[in-house]
């Protein structure tokens, strides 16, 4: 399934820009669906920016799919390459739990709009239910539409949430 977000943040680019690499933690604040993003790793070399956040999830997990999903559901891992030349970002998601069968990857370009900046954010989420413990083989097409529904639900708001949160958190800091 394709992702997509683009907004205009009354910003600049280069505050933007560093504002979604650098504070990341601290926008987590200004969104609804977010507990917290812990930063994990960070490393740095010339004009990139490698991260590695662990997001930690609002959410309740739908009766018909308890048995299946487990809390860890509600945390993902965010491994990002930032790239100033280009004030761009490639990301991968991962679960914490079936990850083997869940895909989720794009990029976030920051582009100058006048005074402003536009974020773009493009990406890709799959998920492939079949094989998964617990999973009975003939409840496996009916349980994978619930279940890929919960697990965008999470996440797609998440993605698209994140533009407009960044406003909103440069707005209270700029």
């Known amino acids: 399934m394709e992702l997509h977000a683009t907004s205009l943040i009354r910003h600049p680019q280069a ?4 504002a979604y690499r650098d504070e990341l933690p601290q926008i987590a604040a200004y969104m609804p669906n977010v507990k917290k993003i812990e930063v994990m790793r960070r490393e740095e070399s010339g004009g990139t920016v490698k991260l590695h956040n662990v997001w930690y999830g609002k959410g309740e ?3 018909v799919a308890q048995h299946v999903i487990k809390p860890d559901i509600l945390m ?3 491994w990002a390459t930032w790239t100033e030349a280009g004030t761009r ?3 991968k998601l991962g679960l914490r739990v079936f990850n083997d069968k869940f895909s989720c990857s794009g990029t976030n370009v920051i582009t100058a709009e006048g005074p402003h900046a536009r974020v773009t954010l493009r990406g890709d989420l799959q998920l492939d239910l079949r094989d998964i413990p617990g999973v009975p083989r003939l409840l496996a097409g009916t349980l994978r539409p619930q279940i890929e529904a919960f697990i965008i639900k999470l996440v797609r708001p998440n993605l698209e949430e994140t533009n407009a949160a960044l406003g909103r958190y440069l707005d209270a800091n700029p």
């Open 61 to 63: 997990i739908p009766k």
């Open 15 to 18: 505050r933007v820009f560093r």
């Open 76 to 78: 993902w891992d965010d």
């Open 89 to 91: 970002c490639e990301w």
